[in-house]
């Protein structure tokens, strides 16, 4: 999963950032309205970590200038400006959730977790597909009930595919959701790490689309 973080605060920043690089997220973090504007308008993003006192702009116009370019993506304000009345134009300006600053990681982390489940359209926190079930909590991978290790670039190939059984994603799409923009990408990055989930989880589990993509299919 690909996530933007736009936080001006650098000591924020830089520990936010390598929370979720641990988790297994490919992040990109911008410190001002205009490059996350940019960076909103350049590449597709699973969800947005946003700070709303930015230096240059307030970060609520950059939400609002999201939801009226009718972008779906997920949204979680995460601010200092914890009056109720601040979180009610958040939420109404089209954020999913808010969190005030100072906010405990692992809360923060299960948030976003939470918001993901709900934008694949699933509320349930396992995926289980056949006989392989994920715990996006815990990144635990059971194929008939026994734990398989993943590496975390093979679990983000993985998710958004067993998240969605049914929808192809391009290689294109997948590379998004692999590597952010300092990451550098091999041409056949995609086909190496799906390889490796078929020989550890199952030939048959993700299925390639010629010309197309890939895709778990529906059960």
Do not use: C
């Not at 396992?126 to 975390?152: F, H, K």
């Not at 989880?201 to 197309?212: D, H, Y």
């Amino acid at each position: 999963m690909r996530l933007l973080l736009v936080e001006d605060d650098l000591m924020i920043g830089e520990a936010v950032l390598e929370l979720l690089r641990a988790e297994g997220y490919a992040v990109d973090w911008v410190r001002d309205a205009r490059m996350a504007q940019l960076a909103l308008e350049a590449e597709s993003y699973d969800l947005v970590l946003l700070d709303l006192g930015l230096p240059d702009r307030d970060g609520l116009e950059v939400l609002q200038g999201l939801r009226a370019r009718k972008q779906r993506v997920p949204v979680l304000i995460a601010t200092a400006r914890d009056a109720v009345a601040d979180r009610i134009r958040g939420l109404d300006a089209g954020a999913d959730d808010y969190v005030v600053k100072p906010y405990d990681l692992d809360e923060l982390t299960a948030r976003i977790r939470a918001l993901l489940r709900r934008s694949a359209g699933r509320a349930e926190p396992v995926y289980e597909y056949q006989n392989v079930s994920i715990n996006p909590a815990t990144r635990e991978v059971l194929v008939d009930g026994q734990p398989v290790l993943l590496s975390a670039r093979e679990w983000a190939v993985l998710e958004p595919l067993l998240a969605r059984p049914g929808l192809i994603l391009s290689r294109a799409q997948l590379e998004e959701k692999l590597f952010s923009w300092k990451d550098e990408v091999s041409s056949n990055a995609v086909e190496v790490y799906v390889h490796g989930l078929r020989k550890k989880l199952g030939a048959a589990l993700i299925q390639n689309v010629r010309g197309v993509g890939y895709l778990v299919p529906r059960a």
